[in-house]
Nanobody
Framework: EVRITESGGGLVQPGGSLRLSCVLS????????IGWFRQAPGKEREGVSS???????TYYSDSVKGRFTTSTDNENTMYLEMNSLKPEDTAVYFC?????????????????WGRGTQVTVSS
């Protein structure tokens, strides 16, 4: 059984930092692309970042490039280091595993998903 569990969300002030974790079980990390998505209230889910676990290449949306960093422990955990957080980063953050699409992100329809972790950026 595939299981994906996110953690590390919370409330942080603008300009602050958080690190999200995503633990994967039931699948081998190097067989999948993995990445982060987020969904803000009233908005569609959007890709945040992805990592090709074979060659280590990473991909980021323009809105987080330079502020967020995706990495793995090369075993079963992926991280999202978020710095210089802004109120518009407030969303539920989801971890996904699957084939990488032409967009650079994990292909959503066929991906495995976690349940998400809430990130709120507010003073």
């Amino acid at each position: 059984e595939v299981r994906i569990t996110e953690s590390g969300g919370g409330l942080v002030q603008p300009g602050g930092s958080l690190r999200l974790s995503c633990v994967l079980s039931g699948l081998t990390m190097d067989e999948y692309g993995i990445g982060w998505f987020r969904q803000a209230p009233g908005k569609e889910r959007e890709g945040v970042s992805s990592i090709n676990t074979i060659d280590g290449n990473t991909y980021y949306s323009d809105s987080v490039k330079g502020r967020f960093t995706t990495s793995t422990d090369n075993e079963n955990t992926m991280y999202l280091e978020m710095n210089s957080l802004k109120p518009e980063d407030t969303a539920v953050y989801f971890c996904a595993a699957g084939a990488l699409g032409n967009s650079g992100f994990v292909r959503e329809p066929s991906a495995y998903w976690g349940r998400g972790t809430q990130v709120t950026v507010s003073s």
